[in-house]
Structure formats: C-alpha cells, structure tokens
C-alpha cells in the first residue's frame, strides 16, 4: 500500500501559523493526506497533542491522519528538523549538537529548504556534506520557496552529493496549502523504514508564494484565538 505523506506543517502552536486538530483533520482528509510530520518552530507540545488527539480518533474508528512528532529548531546556523522526537529539542545550538540530540532520540534530521537563498542563516553545501553522517532526509521540494531554483537546487545538490534520502513538505501555515508538496512511499513502520521508503518515493509538489499565506495566518489566528476563548 502507498500512502501519502506531508513532512513539514505548522500548526497554531507555531508563533506564526493557523493551524487547528480539526482543520488539519479536514485538510488532510480533503487532500489525501494520509501522513503529516508536524514541524512547528520551536515547539514540539502541538505535535504531540494532536497525535494524541488524532490516535483517540482512530481508536473511536473514525479517520484521522498519521501524526510524526517533529519540531523545526532555529539553530546557530538555520534551521534544522527533527522528526519520531519524543521531546522537545532546544534550540540557537550549534547545528550538530542539535543533530545529535536529535539522534540521541532515536529520531531523524530532516533538512528544510536548504538552498532558499534569503534565508540568511541556512547550512551552506559545505556544512551538509560536513554533516552527512547525521542528515537522513533532505528536503528537495518545498510547498513556499522564497527564491526561485531552490528547489531544483536542493534536488541537484542531493544528485551530486547523495549523502540522504529526498522529502518533501508543503511548509503550510494555514489550512489551504496542505499536501501542496508530499512523498508517496510505500507504507513505513517507524523511523528507519521511512528512510528505506523513501528510496524509491515519489516526490509531488506545487509551488504557492509566500505571500499567498500572510493574509490567511493572521485572520486564521485571530479567529482561532476567539474561538478557543469561547470554549474557554
Ligand atoms: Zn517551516
């Protein structure tokens, strides 16, 4: 069985994205997403909510999506995920320390949008074949890159020097984008076998700008936040 899978979503728990456990419920199912890896900045205490949430779903035997507990850390040189984490990774540390504490968790790096030049603090080629023997999964198709050709760059980087596996992960901030970039793999049991999976994984992607999202997020929070007020 193949199934479809989202490696970089934001929920409300990050400082800048509209995400709630329904609507990422009802994007998913809407888009056919089978798998998301919640990345959130900074911040693991959403993605490990809504797993459990959506686990509750599932043994009620309603659908909800697959949650990978993942966390998008800032660290001195860019930003670095970690995905299969089980706590929360600190983060403006050197980046392999935060590797390392990622792999100390049994858990795999997962490289963002490596070649999107404005991001000013991002690993160079360089630091990535320096830190080969930590990265598992590099992403080669992000759903918002901010300069054009970082996709294509991060995919020929991965073709010279294939030093992981290629993923991919719309970056979504709001409901609209979800799945707009994913893998289809052949179903995964844990962590390693993702890694092996995705071998032979097909990558999707469409590309949305940056700006599509601004608007969306901030109404999206503000709604959010009243309606969680009122539950209160
Ligand atoms: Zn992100």
Same mark, same amino acid.
């Given at each position: 069985m193949t199934v479809k899978a989202d490696f970089h979503v934001h929920t409300i728990y990050s400082p800048d994205a509209a995400i709630s456990f329904d609507q990422l419920v009802a994007a998913c199912r809407d888009k056919k997403i089978d798998i998301v890896s919640i990345m959130d900045h900074d911040e693991i205490k959403g993605a490990i909510e809504f797993n459990k949430r959506a686990e509750e779903m599932r043994s009620k035997g309603e659908w909800a999506p697959r949650i990978i507990i993942g966390e998008e850390v800032r660290t001195a040189g860019g930003e670095i995920c970690g995905m299969f984490l089980k706590k929360w990774v600190p983060d403006h540390k050197p980046p392999r320390d935060t590797m390392e504490m990622i792999k100390e968790q049994g858990g795999l790096v997962y490289v963002p949008h490596p070649f999107d030049l404005l991001k000013l603090k991002r690993l160079k080629a360089g630091e990535l074949v320096e830190l080969a023997d930590l990265i598992d999964i590099i992403e080669v198709f992000n759903g918002k @890159? &901010?300069? @054009? %050709? *970082?996709? #294509? &760059?991060?995919? &020929?980087?991965l #073709? #010279?020097?294939p030093i992981a596996a290629a993923g *991919? %992960?719309?970056?979504?901030? #709001? @409901?609209s984008h979800l799945g707009a970039a994913h893998v289809e793999i052949d179903d995964f049991n844990g962590p390693d076998d993702l890694v092996e999976k995705l071998r032979s994984g097909r990558i999707h992607g469409e590309k949305y700008s940056p700006f599509a999202t601004l608007l969306p997020r901030l109404i999206g929070r503000r709604e959010l936040k009243k309606e969680f007020k009122d539950q209160t």
């Open positions: @890159p &901010r300069t @054009p %050709g *970082a996709n #294509e &760059r991060a995919a &020929r980087f #073709e #010279e020097h *991919a %992960g719309s970056d979504c901030h #709001e @409901p």
